[in-house]
């Protein structure tokens, strides 16, 4: 799977949830749970990962050449009980 994501983002993704997109393309492609379609966002892909930090839920949209970019990543401490 190919990502792509602004840089400016993702270093304010760090700040804000402790995570940078790098980081979630490592840990999609090494600890990947499962990816089910948004109902809220049409186009939208929610995507869990497990890593050493916690459970992750990603929010990315499929781009042309089967691209995902990443919108956003945060901890889900429910989803940390549900797949621990």
Same mark, same amino acid.
């Given at each position: 799977m190919d990502f792509e994501?602004?840089?400016?983002?993702?270093?304010?993704?760090?700040? +804000?949830? !402790?995570?940078?997109?790098?980081e979630v393309e490592e840990g999609i492609s090494e600890n990947f749970i499962e990816a089910i379609a948004s109902r809220t966002y049409p186009g939208?892909?929610?995507i869990l990962f497990r890593s050493a930090t916690g459970v992750f839920y990603?929010?990315?949209?499929? /781009?042309?050449? !089967?691209?995902l970019r990443i919108i956003?990543?945060? /901890?889900?401490? +429910?989803?940390e009980r549900k797949y621990g």
């Open positions: 994501w602004y840089p400016a983002k993702s270093a304010a993704n760090k700040i +804000k949830h !402790g995570i940078s997109f790098e939208q892909l929610l990603v929010a990315a949209t499929e /781009r042309r050449q !089967g691209r956003t990543a945060h /901890r889900d401490r +429910k989803l």
